[in-house]
């Protein structure tokens, strides 16, 4: 026994002596580890306080419920801001307002319901004039041999639930001019992928229209409707408490390059077209809203 002793007493203070000098030679090692750890830990709080990509509110900030809004008020509380010179129109499935003197919309608005994406209502092609609009839309004739597509803002494969919603789509006022190009591939690819998520995620609210930098020079048939340099889309899932937005804004040509190069946020929306898209949220709550852009949340 006397002989074990005399080999592990050796072998303690060796050991005490290297993690003593260690310790000195490394101050405050374990205190800032236990810093990191903590840290780590308060990142993972943090994290868990994010509502899909909306922030939790900082001190003297106001929460927002969507839940606090009648679901049959929601579509208009939701509309954007809103040109007091320009006309609102309302038709069955769809909201815009129109710009005359681009004779087309500045944005259209919808509720995208997954559950109706499953409709039967074939595609017509009724591409006529909306009446509606006070001033006069453009019509089809504007477009007749421009070389330029009739390139729907409300896509008509979103109103397939709806025998009216379908034949209301082919409004004029729901047209701008499009390269065939970018109508037929990477507009229509967007197109799909927002259907996709929709399918995904429930509800979402979608605003759509032209981006018009002021330097526009084409103009195109009798009515001389302006053939926008960009166009835009923005995209709210408002089912709580998965909150989340998403923009783009694509140039109106052709292109190669993946729908998430092309991804912003709501905010880079509302610079590039000075529209506020949900002017009637809370303000910090919009900002925060806004303000973020989390591509794992969509993709």
Known sequence: MKKKHSILMPLFWLVLFLALGYYILHPGTTTEKLKESLAGKDKIKKVERVI???????????????????????????LPSRDKNKQIVRHTAYTLEYDEQHE?????????????????????????????????????????????????????????WSKEAMSESFYMSNMSPQTKEFNRDIWRKLETQVRLWALQHNVLYVVTGPVFTGEETKKIGKNEVTVPEYYYKV????????????????????STKELKEYAVTVNE???????????KLPDDFENRLESIYEQDLWW
């Open 52 to 78: 899909k990509g909306v922030k939790a509110p900082e001190e003297n900030q106001i929460e927002f419920s969507f839940l606090s809004i009648p679901s049959d008020s929601l579509y208009t509380y939701l």
């Open 104 to 160: 087309q919309a500045d944005w259209v608005a919808y509720i995208l319901d997954g559950s109706k994406l499953k409709g039967g209502e074939d595609r017509k092609d009724n591409f006529r004039e909306d009446k509606a609009v006070k001033t006069g839309s453009a019509t089809p004739a504007d477009y007749r041999g421009s070389g330029y597509d009739r390139g729907h803002l409300a896509p008509a494969a979103d109103m397939n």
């Open 235 to 254: 995209i709210l899932d408002y089912t709580e408490p998965e909150l989340k937005t998403i923009g783009f804004i694509l140039p109106n040509s052709k």
């Open 269 to 279: 929306v509302e610079r590039k077209t000075g529209i506020d898209f949900f002017e």
